[in-house]
């Protein structure tokens, strides 16, 4: 699936679905096979940057964690780690 276009390529058969039509790309003109490869390319950029975020979100959201027993064990002494171990 590339994005909110609808696209669904079969490598298989070479059927491209376009938003519920498809098109037989044994057909289709250079200038649209290139066109295709840059949506794949796009598609290929934006999994990975999706599995960045991912990635980076769960490191932030340890760093809060973090951050938060930290004040905790500064305000009240307790170091929470030491409860769940």
Known sequence: MYGNSGAVMSDQYQILRLNDVDYDLTKASEEARK?????????????ER???????????????ADLKAEIIRGN??????????
């Open 35 to 47: 066109i295709l490869s840059e949506l794949q390319n796009l598609d290929h950029l934006i999994g």
């Open 76 to 85: 009240t002494g307790v170091d929470l780690s030491t409860l769940f171990d």
């Open 50 to 64: 999706q599995n960045m975020i991912a990635l980076l979100t769960r490191a932030k959201n340890s760093y809060i």
